[in-house]
């Protein structure tokens, strides 16, 4: 196992969090880490194909991040992008419903686990593609600044966040991207989610840098490391971020430290990466340790946070009977959605 | 009437939409304060501001991008490619982002953009400068593909692609930016997906499209002194294909000579002849003939780049032969 990184120190504020706000992020965890584990156990009954690649383990910086944007502001994710999906609002079992390639999905089954999108809820995608993403939010941002500047709209105040892995931060497109986002002053949170693997390829393998939030500084924007299995830190560092660029003084990078618990994808065997390694980020799982912290702090009590998992589990068991239930596209649609009519 | 050289109309263009809807904005590298690299944007910069003429980094891909992520949220970006080559840096923003979102999105979001630019083979610019890109993006799903000929139809039809909820990919040629015509005083817009009957025939049915189409009529004048009439079509349209405009004429003629500028292999012509086998073969009373130019990259030697391209001699040589043939 390579020498882990010394994780950022965070010192929480004295009066942090209410305890609905807790609840929310809490919740939040759950419903992403219930809702993969069930995408495990339907992938492995031959319930949905393809890649699919799920996030446990790094569900505080999902949380920690979108739900510290407004409904209104832009989320863009990877391949990887249940969880971003959900806490963008997305409903679970439009989710899942896609995973089963049905036309209630959010992608309306023609997009699958890694195209996912929707309009409505200001998700610009799912991008299965490496760094492609980063453009396009990008280019969300830019709009923003557009109708704020270029056409005096002074409610155009909405950010844009674009999550993706350290692997990806060896793409021309991320520094092309972080060039422009400064150049211009762009509404933009890069969140590099860095779980220390691209597939088999060891970060440090890949990179002459390994601390990716350093690589703000030579483009002039403001980078920070942070502890990606703590919510409370990944929220604090979000919201200084949020409120920067909603207030026109442009981009962050943000390295969120973190770990993938499971393989890359549900295909990968995963046998790379050491059972010290994965041990010891086990043990740092973000739900666990926050609920410790809602714990310790009084701010709920055991049956409040049994009653939240009680509740998302009834509505992950809802989402797959909804997608199990729904038709799949009809095949007369199956040229319908190329070109856009009218 | 004025009299207006053909980047000039783009640039009436770009200008009377930027007027239209503030949604619409330039980028670019150099479109702003340079004016861009064929002055289709000059002057833009100081009337519509740094933003809506945005001056972009060398970095294909990624602007090519943000204008992708742009028009998702609602602006009508359009791209000018410097030389339109430089856009295969951007082939998978271009094919995978601009061209197949929509669908993959199960039309959660539409993509109005244009990419636009100098393309073609022009005067000894060497192979880089000298592409033939529409070959290799005509097999991209959702991506709609213009060719402009003449300043008439490059101002309306550079106004429809603006107007249009879908990637369209707009070619312009390097060697035609300086032609002249006298454009109407009224607004007017061309239809993308129609072509244009250049000149209507009975013999045989030419199709061509951008600077071939100069050179089709140039050697229709030849053909005319030996008594042969000759349909000429400008597709403009490359992707879809006006296969009602094709189809009546070869109803009409019978024959078919396809002139392009793009390759032979896995080129427009290709692609025109297997769906004319489709869909007319019992109409064609001679196998169609395509002349394309060469499969080699563009060479620098004059003399080779003009053995590269097709020449009006050959496409006269073609008819000529075509219509002696005829049973
Ligand atoms: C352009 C491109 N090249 C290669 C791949 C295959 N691929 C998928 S995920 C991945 C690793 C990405 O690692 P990272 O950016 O760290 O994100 P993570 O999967 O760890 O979340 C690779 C190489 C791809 N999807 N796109
Ligand atoms: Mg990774």
């Known amino acids: ?342 | 009437m004025a009299e207006t050289l053909l980047f000039n109309a783009l640039r009436e263009a770009i200008d009377e939409e930027m007027g239209r809807d503030d949604t619409v904005f330039v980028l670019g590298e150099d479109v702003g304060v340079y004016g861009g690299s064929y002055k289709v944007t000059k002057d833009l910069y100081e009337k519509y501001g740094e933003l809506r003429v945005l001056d972009t980094p060398i970095a294909e891909n990624s602007f090519t991008g943000m204008a992708v992520g742009a028009a998702m949220t609602g602006l009508r970006p359009i791209i000018e490619g410097m030389n339109m080559g430089f856009l295969l840096l951007a082939f998978n923003q271009i094919a995978n982002n601009a061209g197949m979102l929509r669908y993959t999105s199960g039309g959660n979001y539409k993509i109005p953009m244009v990419i636009r630019g100098p393309g073609g083979v022009g005067r000894q610019l060497g192979a880089e400068h000298s592409q033939r890109l529409e070959a290799y993006f005509q097999a991209v799903p959702g991506l709609k593909i213009v060719a402009c000929s003449t300043p008439y139809n490059a101002k309306g039809l550079l106004k429809a692609a603006i107007r249009d909820d879908n990637p369209v990919l707009f070619f312009e040629h390097v060697l035609l930016y300086n032609l002249k015509e006298d454009l109407p005083n009224h607004e007017y817009v061309v239809p993308l997906d129609k072509a244009e009957i250049v000149r209507p025939g009975k013999d045989v049915t030419i199709l061509t499209y951008s600077r071939m189409r100069h050179h089709v009529t140039q050697a229709v004048k030849g053909l005319e002194k030996k008594g042969i009439d000759p349909e000429v079509i400008d597709l403009i349209s490359l992707k879809p294909l006006d296969f009602d405009t094709i189809g009546a004429s070869i109803k009409k003629t019978h024959r078919v000579i396809i002139v392009e500028e793009c390759m032979k292999t896995g080129g427009i012509g290709a692609e025109i002849i297997a769906s004319i086998n489709d869909r007319y073969f019992d109409e064609l009373d001679a196998p169609v003939v395509r002349l394309s130019s060469q499969d080699i990259p563009t060479p620098y030697n004059g003399k080779l780049e003009t053995l590269t391209i097709v020449q009006p001699k050959q496409i006269e040589a073609a008819v000529e032969n075509m219509v002696a043939l005829k049973v």
């Open chain 1, 1 to 342: 196992m390579v020498q882990e990184r010394t994780l950022p120190q965070f010192q929480a504020p004295a009066a942090p969090i209410s305890t609905d706000q807790g609840l929310v992020l809490y919740e939040d965890m759950i419903l992403g880490r219930y809702f993969e584990d069930k995408c495990a156990e339907m992938y492995y009954r031959g319930k949905m194909f393809g890649f699919v690649h799920l996030y446990n383990g790094q569900e505080a910086v999902s949380s920690g991040v979108i739900r510290s944007l407004r409904s209104d502001d832009y989320v863009c994710s990877t391949y990887r992008d249940h969880v971003h999906a959900l806490s963008a609002g997305v409903p679970a079992k439009n989710v899942m419903a896609e995973l089963f390639g049905k036309e209630t999905g959010c992608s309306r089954g023609r997009g699958g686990s890694m195209h996912l999108f929707s309009s409505e809820h200001n998700l610009l995608g799912g991008f299965a593609f490496i760094g492609e993403g980063i453009p396009v939010a990008l280019g969300a941002a830019f709009q923003s600044r557009y109708r704020k500047d270029a056409l005096g709209d002074p409610s155009a105040d909405q950010v844009t966040a674009c999550f993706f892995g350290d692997g990806t931060t060896n793409n021309g497109q991320f520094f092309e991207c972080l060039n422009m986002a400064a150049l211009w002053k762009l509404p933009i949170l890069f969140v590099v989610e860095n779980n220390k693997w691209a597939i088999g390829m060891a970060h440090e393998r890949a990179t002459s840098q390994p601390e990716i939030y350093k690589k703000a500084s030579v483009f002039g924007l403001p980078g920070v490391e942070v502890d990606g299995m703590d919510v409370m830190a990944v929220r604090a560092v979000a919201q200084e971020a949020v409120a920067r660029a909603r207030a026109g003084e442009g981009p962050t990078l943000i390295e969120a430290l973190t770990y993938r618990f499971r393989g890359h994808s549900l295909a990968d065997p995963d046998e790379l990466r050491s059972k010290a390694e994965k041990e010891a980020w086990l043990a740092r799982d973000p739900i666990k340790r926050f609920e410790s912290y809602l714990l310790e702090h009084s701010l709920t009590d055991e049956g409040a946070l049994k009653e939240v998992r009680d509740r998302i589990q009834t509505r992950i068991d809802d989402a797959l009977t909804f997608a199990e239930d729904s038709p799949e596209p009809n095949p007369d649609d199956l040229y319908k959605y190329i070109f856009a009519e009218g």
